[in-house]
């Protein structure tokens, strides 16, 4: 689904998923003396890292922005380390419960801090997917209470595999240690409309085996198959392998991207929600760049602070739309850099005779290196403008003017450059 304008993606009843639970109070048996005295989600994977700051950070960057650590075994440890924290823009917060309740039951215990819709989450699983997808795939069924993210396996019996006909699914089978055959498997991630809480019937119990299958009997749950880097930490050999493959996967391509004239039109000094409309293709590039992984970063002058015909907040606001627009057609951006300085400036606070961030000048690219794990050989810049594309050589960064009408056209260039090997 294509869409280019606000209109047609946000209809008044509906508002983009923003937040997310991540269940992190299981005891990890099957990692043995490893969970003895450290909650499984807290596991070493190199000498700053623990898997959980790799599981938040790879969600509060596609803009989940209210997360919720629910917890249990050892609580203090996650509290101590996340609670009231800010990563990537994202506020967390600790919901602890003092009995074990399963995981249908910390669901419950957090019932009162829960939005409409809200994203879940294994905290011993790592699937390195654009989870904005369910998004559209939620929205266009509203009968259902929740779709998961799958991922076929070589070896489904070790997981329990799921059976999916016409996007819904059918069947949970369970593990079996003797099958060897590949198959779907829910990978850990959901997303959820706040009704799945009727289907808790009993405390504990547990979502897997209590409630999904609930929700299969009356057509409730629909799957989508997504083919992304998977990896669940639950053994010994798999968390090993985890800290061999994690830090390599930090380090992305990035899509690099003007604002005015490449995401939306440039009406001059755009800056009002209503004057909002897609570049033709827009949504589908960027969604693509999500979905080969790359990060989506949009790095834009708007002289029109410094010229006092708008504030910074107008422009905060007029990029919250645009992430509403993303998100509701499966597809987000990581960041927005904004220079609001401009050497004829009426607002004193913004003059500058050649600010380092107005491009042509490279200072919004070189901060987001610097922010970013950003692989700036298999980057790419597009702008519409002669200084968008000397900006982006100045920072190193592969540039292409956009001069056509749709985006589209460069679906092709662009996925050559930011595929990850």
Request: proline residues 4%.
């Amino acid at each position: 689904m294509e869409a280019n304008s606000l209109s047609d993606t946000s209809p008044d009843h509906w508002r983009p998923t923003r937040q997310l639970l991540i269940l992190v109070g299981g005891k990890g048996t099957r990692l043995g003396t490893l969970t003895q005295n450290t909650p499984k989600p807290l596991m070493q994977i190199d000498e700053n890292t623990v898997f959980l700051d790799h599981l938040i950070a790879n969600f509060a960057r596609q803009g989940f922005d209210d997360i919720l650590l629910l917890a249990g075994h050892m609580a203090e440890q996650v509290s101590d380390r996340y609670d009231k924290r800010q990563i990537l823009g994202a506020s967390i917060r600790i919901v602890n419960e003092q009995q074990p309740a399963g995981t249908a039951g910390a669901l419950a215990h957090a019932s009162a801090l829960l939005q409409d819709t809200f994203l879940l989450a294994n905290g011993d699983t790592l699937f390195d997917v654009n989870v904005r997808h369910l998004e559209p795939v939620l929205a266009a069924n509203s009968e259902a209470e929740g779709v998961i993210a799958l991922r076929h396996v070589e070896n489904a019996g070790r997981y329990g595999a799921v059976d999916i006909a016409d996007g819904h699914v059918i069947a949970f089978r369970e593990k079996d240690s003797h099958s060897t055959s590949g198959g779907l498997i829910n990978a850990g991630i959901g997303l959820f409309r706040k009704s799945i809480l009727s289907r808790i019937t009993e405390i504990p119990s547990s979502l897997e085996l209590d409630v999904y299958p609930r929700m299969v009997e009356e057509n409730y749950l629909l799957g989508q198959e997504f083919s992304g880097y998977f990896i669940d930490i639950g053994l010994p050999e798999t968390l090993e392998q985890a800290r061999i493959d994690i830090p390599k996967l930090q380090k992305r391509p990035a899509l690099f991207l003007d604002r005015d004239g490449v995401i939306n039109e440039d009406r001059g000094y755009t800056f009002r929600v209503g004057d909002l409309k897609l570049i033709d293709g827009a949504i589908e590039l960027i969604r693509l760049a999500n979905d080969f992984g790359a990060f989506v970063i949009v790095v834009t002058n708007q002289a029109g602070v410094a010229r006092g015909f708008y504030e910074l907040s107008d422009v905060e606001r007029f990029h919250r739309e645009i992430e509403n627009v993303l998100i509701r057609n499966g597809a987000f951006i990581d960041a927005f850099y904004v220079c609001p300085f401009h050497s004829e400036a009426i607002v004193p606070e913004y003059c500058h005779p050649d600010h380092p961030n107005r491009k042509p000048n490279p200072g919004m690219l070189i901060q987001a290196l610097t922010d970013w794990p950003i692989d700036a050989a298999k980057s790419i810049m597009i702008g519409d403008k002669e200084s968008d594309i000397i900006a982006a050589e100045r920072a190193g960064i592969k540039a292409l003017l956009f001069k056509g009408s749709s985006l589209a056209d460069l679906r092709d260039f662009v996925s050559k450059q930011i595929a990850r090997q």
